[in-house]
């Protein structure tokens, strides 16, 4: 005999989205992801009825992995703790900034001192500060509201070579993936490798959900960044020195993302 169902808890559930890029609406979040959710950007479209329930592999120039960036980063409405070494990808970016001006979203990005240096990603830092200086590499509390973009390296003058995140306290990411076209794969037919101006390199993207791992890379995350900003106050370096006392620009309306929270 099967149990009664629950009819006003259906009714609660919302169904989940399944469009990519969902960052401009506020109602959709990873409360209820699952690693089920990014079989549609495999190259199978389907995973094996072996495959692990917290941990996935996918694969640049096979499986869509700027899409599976998309997906879970578009759906941060908590916590972003990221230390990216190439940081080329102006969508993603865009994300980013959005989360960024967010004052219900604590955020903590780190970027190699060397890679942060060069042609994109310098192009992307200063739109990032024209923005609103105030919450470009600033560290300041206001609530929940934390924002901190921080460029530095290693804890021994390393590259900062690490490539991941940990999103909402829920999701993680890891991989030799840079963000950039070539380091994603640049899918342009359909979804599929091929077409004009297609490339890719050989990299891994791997998405985790097993709390262990999200545990100890969060709190590895933390420490890098936390070395990036010794090494800024020890070298006065131009991109983490403070903002200027005047008046920051405005952010642009459509960076700015409106969450509703109710209180009880």
């Known amino acids: 005999m099967n149990p009664p169902t629950n009819p006003s808890a259906a009714a609660t559930t919302p169904a989940k989205s399944t469009v990519t890029n969902v960052i401009d609406d506020p109602t959709v979040s990873l409360q209820q992801f699952d690693l089920l959710d990014l079989q549609p950007y495999t190259q199978e479209k389907a995973y094996s009825t072996t495959a692990s329930k917290d941990f996935h592999l996918f694969y640049v120039g096979r499986d869509d992995v700027h899409d599976i960036l998309k997906h879970v980063l578009s759906r941060v409405s908590v916590s972003l703790y990221l230390n990216m070494f190439g940081y080329d990808d102006e969508e993603l970016n865009d994300i980013l900034m959005k989360i960024a001006l967010d004052p219900t979203v604590t955020m903590l ?156």
């Open 109 to 264: 990005v780190t970027l190699d001192k060397s890679q942060a240096g060069g042609k994109h990603e310098a192009a992307l830092l200063d739109a990032d500060k024209k923005h609103d200086l105030a919450l470009f590499n600033t560290h300041f509390v206001t609530k929940t509201h934390v924002q901190e973009f921080t460029v530095g390296q290693s804890a021994t003058h390393q590259i900062s070579h690490t490539k991941g995140f940990i999103a909402d306290g829920r999701v993680a990411g890891e991989g030799s993936t840079n963000w950039s076209d070539s380091g994603e794969g640049t899918f342009v037919v359909k979804g599929q490798p091929g077409g004009a101006g297609y490339k890719a390199q050989n990299n891994t993207q791997s998405i985790i959900t097993d709390p262990d791992t999200i545990s100890r890379f969060s709190s590895e995350l933390v420490a890098e960044h936390m070395v990036a900003q010794k090494q800024a106050r020890a070298t006065g370096a131009a991109h983490n020195a403070s903002p200027p006392a005047a008046k920051a620009m405005p952010a642009h309306p459509g960076l700015v993302r409106h969450r509703s929270h109710s209180h009880g």
